[in-house]
């Protein structure tokens, strides 16, 4: 749940607790969950993606059912003095590989797809290399990953099928 352009809150729906993130200089396009029970957070921001494990949140969480502090959203008029929480430690991070307006978890968790504009991008998860890019024939839409890892991507001239 985006803040302000650089702090996320996260929610652990299982406990109801909340914890800040914040981002640095960067700010979030998408956060996805990775490895089979959720462990660990993908988050694909602007300048960079960062992989984050749940086990360095659990420490920021709030007490159940106290609410997180407020944060002012980001206005040219207010601009933080200091860091609203402190930086979290993160077990990846690398430059996101170009725009990423809509991003999908491929099955297995070892690479994602992003696509901003005309650009359909797959991006190893771990290491940032990207697999593949494609040119698309018309701006993208929407994007989603099928169970055997297809990609659909809606555009304007209709939907494609990458498999």
Same mark, same amino acid.
């Given at each position: 749940?985006?803040?302000?352009?650089?702090?996320?809150?996260?929610?652990? =729906? *299982?406990?109801?607790?909340?914890?800040?993130?914040?981002? @640095?200089?960067?700010? +979030?396009?998408?956060? +996805?969950?990775?490895?089979?029970?959720?462990? /660990?957070?993908?988050?694909? #921001?602007?300048? $960079? !993606?960062?992989?984050?494990?749940?086990?360095?949140?659990?420490?920021?969480? !709030?007490?159940?059912?106290?609410?997180?502090?407020?944060?002012?959203?980001?206005?040219?008029?207010?601009?933080?003095?200091?860091?609203?929480?402190? /930086?979290?430690?993160?077990? $990846?991070? &690398?430059? =996101?590989?170009?725009?990423?307006?809509?991003?999908?978890?491929?099955?297995? @968790?070892?690479? &994602?797809?992003?696509?901003?504009? !005309? =650009?359909? *991008?797959?991006?190893? =998860? &771990?290491? #940032?290399?990207? $697999?593949?890019?494609?040119?698309?024939?018309?701006?993208? !839409?929407?994007?989603?990953?099928?169970?055997? @890892?297809?990609?659909?991507?809606?555009?304007?001239? @209709?939907?494609?099928?990458?498999?």
């Amino acid at each position: 749940m985006p803040v302000r352009d650089d702090v996320i809150r996260v929610l652990d =729906t *299982t406990s109801r607790r909340w914890a800040s993130v914040w981002l @640095g200089e960067d700010s +979030l396009w998408h956060a +996805l969950t990775l490895g089979p029970n959720g462990d /660990e957070l993908l988050l694909i #921001g602007v300048h $960079h !993606t960062r992989i984050v494990s749940w086990a360095a949140l659990r420490g920021r969480f !709030t007490a159940r059912d106290e609410r997180p502090p407020r944060h002012r959203r980001a206005d040219r008029r207010w601009l933080p003095r200091r860091r609203p929480v402190p /930086e979290l430690p993160v077990t $990846h991070v &690398y430059e =996101t590989p170009g725009s990423a307006e809509f991003a999908a978890m491929l099955p297995g @968790g070892d690479a &994602y797809a992003v696509a901003g504009h !005309t =650009t359909l *991008t797959v991006v190893g =998860t &771990y290491d #940032g290399e990207v $697999h593949r890019s494609l040119d698309l024939p018309s701006p993208c !839409t929407a994007l989603t990953a099928g169970p055997a @890892g297809e990609l659909v991507v809606g555009a304007r001239n @209709g939907p494609i099928l990458f498999e």
